[in-house]
């Protein structure tokens, strides 16, 4: 298995940024998908997650509202779209599998994640 996030950088308060993640090496549309986040000072932390029909999962109160999650089966890709970003929503963001709808825990290896750093 292998997942590569990409589109992460430095915006504003209140900007918005676009993540993509490749999954390769299983059947992508047959996993629900998830993101997850994490920071220096905590552990990492789940963000959002897709079934692989494309319905959300559930999302972590804090994005509520600001952050939506898809995918593209065909070109296997999850995407967390992500807005009104805060600098709380800085950290490294990763993608990952989950064991099921209900799930927040990953089931892969970690890919190198992408930096998101959100300025005040």
């Known amino acids: 298995v292998q997942l590569v996030e990409s589109g992460g950088g430095l915006v504003q308060s209140g900007g918005s940024l676009r993540l993509s993640c490749v999954g390769s090496g299983f059947t992508f549309s047959s996993y629900t998908m998830g993101w997850f986040r994490q920071t220096a000072r905590k552990e990492r932390e789940f963000v959002a997650g897709?079934?692989?029909?494309?319905?959300?999962?559930s999302s972590a109160d804090s994005v509520k509202g600001r952050f939506t999650i898809s995918r593209d089966n065909a070109e296997n890709t999850v995407y967390l779209q992500m807005n009104s970003l805060r600098p709380e929503d800085t950290a490294v963001y990763y993608c990952?599998?989950?064991?099921?709808?209900?799930?927040?825990?990953?089931?892969?290896?970690w890919g190198q994640g992408t930096q998101v750093t959100v300025s005040s």
């Open positions: 990952n599998g989950l064991l099921n709808s209900e799930s927040k825990s990953a089931i892969w290896d």
């Open positions: 897709i079934t692989w029909y494309g319905a959300t999962t």
